[in-house]
């Protein structure tokens, strides 16, 4: 009985950090599909010139991807809310990538001059941060994938309608700095 008690008090404790985290960020973390985490990994280039950084990495399953298919590059993943955060690095635990670092802290306020890919599933105001505060500081070439959220106010250079029920899109953008 009271393994029963202390467990359903965990799970309450998770579920009330991530609506706390989602109410205070705008976004619960959300997994890509498979079809999606394919279709970001079609679009990526086949080298890669510096780091890559997911902006937004929810419970790590892109991350994982991203740093199995790209074993030389360090990758670094991105998430604010808590329990998503634990569960991921749980999981490198387990499956061992010793070129993936799951940090738990605000993208905006990363120095990501070395990052040459970025990829995101964020939302509306997230890429619109994104665009607003992040791509005027790019030192290098950059790209970025996404998603289902377009980048305001830039174009495509690729853009993938998924075969699913939502015919979701994923873009790439390849950013050069102003």
């Keep these: 009985m009271a393994c029963s008690i202390v467990f359903v008090g965990i799970l309450v404790t998770a579920a009330l950090s991530i609506v706390v985290t989602t109410l205070r960020i705008g976004i619960s973390p959300q997994p890509s599909t498979r079809k999606a985490r394919k279709a970001l990994l079609d679009l990526a280039p086949e080298k890669i010139s510096g780091s890559i950084a997911e902006l937004g990495s929810g419970w790590g399953g892109l991350a994982l991807a991203l740093a199995k298919r790209y074993p030389q590059t360090q990758v670094y993943a991105y998430e604010l809310s808590f329990v998503p955060y634990l569960f991921s690095r749980l999981r490198l635990k387990l499956q061992s990538q010793n070129n993936l670092h799951f940090v738990r ?6 120095d990501l001059h070395q990052t040459s890919l970025l990829v995101t599933y964020l939302f509306p105001g997230g890429m619109d941060h994104i665009a607003e505060q992040l791509v005027p500081k790019l030192q290098q070439e950059t790209i970025l994938l996404s ?8 174009t495509p250079q ?8 939502y015919r979701t899109p994923v873009y790439r953008y390849d950013l050069k700095p102003s």
């Design 105 to 110: 802290q605000d993208f905006l306020s990363v």
């Design 147 to 154: 998603n289902t959220f377009a980048l305001p106010g830039y």
């Design 158 to 165: 690729e853009k993938v309608i998924l075969p699913d029920l």
